[in-house]
């Protein structure tokens, strides 16, 4: 029976082909497969620059390419048999010395542009790689088909030229030496490319011919299928439940980690796929109950969608429960008080902080309230007198403290008075009943009484320190209790809190390539943004540089208009322009700042089918085309969301940082193409 891997493009180029093509290569391959009566056989590809490339017969006019060895076959695509042929001729494979890893170029190209160099190269006396000897590049990884070429490099610019024709375990390594990289740090970009944790140490030239070998090591390259149900589920699932890009691999399915993991990244590196596939495989491996925690239902739906795709098995599925705190904070209540606890709403809760007979507004005592008394978890007019204010950009002395605290108090006694409280207040006493109830249970005989066995948190930049000892007491203190994900830039509440400040110690990892956003998207961002540092999960601050796509598209338009109708009607024709383009109208997004433009854009494209939402509504989604609509000043950033400088120049700072990020994470949804209009004046957040 042949062993069968497929690559990830194979299931994209099959789902493009006509109906009746796609129909009888699946069931081709089927057969192939099962080794019956009928199945395609390998025909060998006459000037074919590896013998190990073969072509099967898939459907009338159609082959699909495979590399075998002994009974190992990878299908790598599905085409039209004079493209397939000349695929087959084109392409060389290899094994990485370095990693073990499979690797694939069109050798026809590369020699073509290795006769360019070798001209150019004539011309100068300079080698880019003269430094360093044939061992140090071995040591790489760097194979000695390539040796001749890479010798022959003279500049940074006819590298980069090269990374399209490189398999990228050469070009990584080679690439960062070019920045000016030592050999530690070439070594550690290599192993950006590996997906499975154990190290590879050929002891001779065997393992660098073992196809199947290498396959198993490149689950981004490839997948082995051994059944119908298999092959069934990697045509039709989306290609994210199948191949994961190799950091996103190796974090998710690492077997096991001692302490909490903080993976954090930029738009569009795959914060969210990882912790997915972290959970499935926690729940895979059947320890106890996991819980997949994001800050919001609505992205917590999102969440759970995706899992029943991810997750085939009904059993292994059950095992992940997917949910927000909130939700987590009142099932706990609700069950140790025996009632539903009740909420306040914001205008009564406004309404009790001026009631508070103190000389600060409501805002600012509801700010200090949740930012430093909740945040730090102050019980007492002691610990609070003698607390730090982070973030703060008023003082208070001990007399104004004690007025403080006194309006907290006054609101607090009137809330319980009530029956009421804030989410935030649900989250702590979900937090004291668990600790109540628990204990040091790595001593205890007793089964563990923690809700749940695994947490794995998406979104992590946007949670409250309450919340986190909240999160912190529902989970033992054991390996594999927390898995989390997130990105300080993209944080879009007032939140901010180094993880160890909530007992939570967590080794640091790191996503640095965005594989959704177009780098002409990316960099347009980061000037969005602001490229400043941000606070929050870590200890001390993050720089938003060093983050880089993997693939180019066109720039983002912005557009001006004399007026908002002038604009919504400009909308209008280009969602109408896109669908006519053939983008389906779920991949297209529409967002805004304020309700009443949501709403008028909802009304004028209500029978197109696209979704329209708010900038918040953006968050954990993506779209094919992204339109944000109503950028300009006096909107966003929002007036009302603004503290005044007056009153507290930090929290304003903070104000309009958050709004930045609210308006960088709703273009950063987009995929292809984003279109940005406002109408009058821009709004200053815009890059000029």
């Known amino acids: 029976m042949p062993r069968l891997a497929l690559s990830p493009e194979f299931p994209a180029e099959l789902s493009a082909l006509a109906q009746p093509v796609r129909r009888d290569a699946v069931v081709a391959v089927r057969r192939f497969l099962q080794n019956v009566s009928g199945a395609p056989h390998p025909e060998r590809v006459r000037g074919a620059r590896d013998e190990r490339v073969a072509t099967l017969r898939l459907a009338d006019r159609y082959r699909g390419v495979v590399v075998r060895q002994r009974d190992v076959y990878w299908l790598l695509t599905v085409l039209p048999e004079p493209e397939a042929w000349a695929c087959a001729q084109r392409h060389r494979f290899a094994v990485n010395s370095a990693l073990g890893v499979v690797e694939m170029w069109d050798a026809a190209a590369l020699e073509r542009a290795e006769s360019a160099i070798r001209r150019a190269a004539r011309s100068s006396r300079a080698r880019l790689f003269?430094?360093?000897?044939?061992?140090?590049?071995?040591?790489?990884?760097?194979?000695?088909?390539?040796?001749?070429?890479?010798?022959?490099?003279?500049?940074?610019?006819?590298?980069?030229?090269l990374e399209p024709l490189l398999p990228p375990t050469q070009y990584a390594p080679l690439a960062a030496l070019a920045?000016?990289?030592?050999?530690?740090?070439?070594?550690?970009?290599?192993?950006?490319?590996?997906?499975?944790?154990?190290?590879f140490e050929p002891a001779g030239g065997a393992e660098l011919e073992d196809l199947a070998a290498a396959l198993l090591r490149s689950p981004d390259r490839a997948v082995f299928v051994e059944g119908p149900r298999e092959l069934n589920h990697v045509?039709?699932?989306?290609?994210?439940?199948?191949?994961?890009?190799?950091?996103?691999?190796?974090?998710?399915?690492?077997?096991?980690y001692e302490r909490p993991v903080l993976v954090t990244g930029g738009a569009g590196t795959g914060k969210t796929l990882t912790a997915l596939h972290r959970a499935a495989h926690l729940a895979g491996n059947g320890r106890g109950p996991i819980l997949l925690v994001t800050f919001s239902q609505g992205l917590s739906a999102e969440l759970s969608a995706k899992l029943d795709l991810l997750i085939e098995d009904e059993v292994v599925r059950?095992?992940?429960?997917?949910?927000?705190?909130d939700r987590l904070a009142h099932r706990i209540v609700s069950q140790a008080e025996g009632r539903p606890p009740t909420l306040v709403g914001a205008a009564e809760l406004t309404a009790l902080w001026r009631e508070a007979e103190s000389e600060h507004g409501p805002a600012f005592l509801l700010r200090e309230w949740e930012q430093v008394i909740l945040a730090q978890n102050l019980q007492t007019l002691e610990e609070y007198l003698a607390a730090p204010r982070p973030g703060r950009g008023v003082g208070l002395s001990a007399e104004e403290r004690t007025g403080v605290w006194k309006a907290v108090g006054h609101v607090t006694g009137r809330l319980a008075e009530r029956g009421k409280r804030t989410l935030l207040q649900l989250a702590a006493e979900a937090a004291t009943l668990l600790g109540q109830s628990t204990g040091d249970l790595l001593e205890e005989d007793e089964p563990r009484r923690e809700p749940y066995r695994h947490i794995v948190v998406d979104e992590a930049q946007d949670l409250h320190p309450t919340q986190w000892r909240l999160l912190r007491a529902a989970v033992p203190y054991a390996p594999d209790d927390l898995f989390i994900v997130g990105d300080?830039?993209?944080?879009?509440?007032?939140?901010r809190v180094a993880l160890g400040a909530v007992g939570i110690d967590a080794?640091?990892?790191?996503?640095?390539?965005?594989?959704?956003?177009?780098?002409?998207?990316?960099?347009?961002?980061?000037?969005?943004?602001?490229g400043g540092p941000a606070d929050g999960l870590v200890a001390g601050v993050q720089e938003l540089y060093g983050f880089r796509a993997t693939r180019h598209g066109p720039r983002p338009m912005v557009r001006a208009y004399d007026s908002p109708e002038e604009e919504l009607s400009g909308l209008v024709a280009h969602v109408s322009q896109w669908m006519e383009d053939g983008v389906a109208p779920?991949?297209?997004?529409?967002?805004?700042?304020?309700?009443?433009?949501?709403?008028?854009?909802?009304?004028?494209?209500r029978e197109s089918g696209v979704r329209v939402t708010t900038l918040h509504g953006m968050k954990g989604l993506e779209f094919r085309r992204v339109a944000v609509i109503g950028v300009a000043d006096g909107i966003v950033p929002a007036p009302e969301s603004l503290t005044p400088a007056e009153e507290d120049p930090a929290a304003r700072a903070h104000d309009l940082q958050r709004e930045r990020g609210l308006l960088y994470v709703a273009c950063t949804r987009a995929r292809e193409v984003l279109y940005v209009s406002y109408s009058g004046r821009a709004s200053p957040f815009l890059p000029t």
């Open 235 to 256: 045509l039709d699932a989306p290609g994210w439940c199948v191949f994961l890009h190799p950091p996103q691999y190796r974090l998710s399915h690492w077997e096991s």
């Open 488 to 495: 300080p830039h993209q944080r879009i509440f007032d939140t």
């Open 130 to 161: 003269a430094e360093f000897c044939d061992t140090d590049l071995a040591e790489l990884g760097v194979g000695h088909r390539f040796l001749p070429l890479v010798r022959q490099i003279t500049d940074e610019l006819t590298l980069e030229a």
């Open 179 to 199: 920045r000016g990289e030592s050999m530690t740090g070439a070594w550690r970009e290599l192993e950006n490319r590996r997906c499975v944790p154990a190290p």
């Open 318 to 325: 059950k095992r992940v429960e997917v949910g927000n705190v």
């Open 586 to 605: 779920g991949e297209i997004g529409v967002a805004a700042r304020t309700p009443a433009l949501v709403r008028d854009a909802r009304a004028l494209l």
């Open 507 to 530: 080794i640091q990892q790191l996503l640095q390539v965005s594989h959704r956003l177009p780098q002409e998207i990316l960099s347009w961002g980061v000037r969005l943004r602001g």
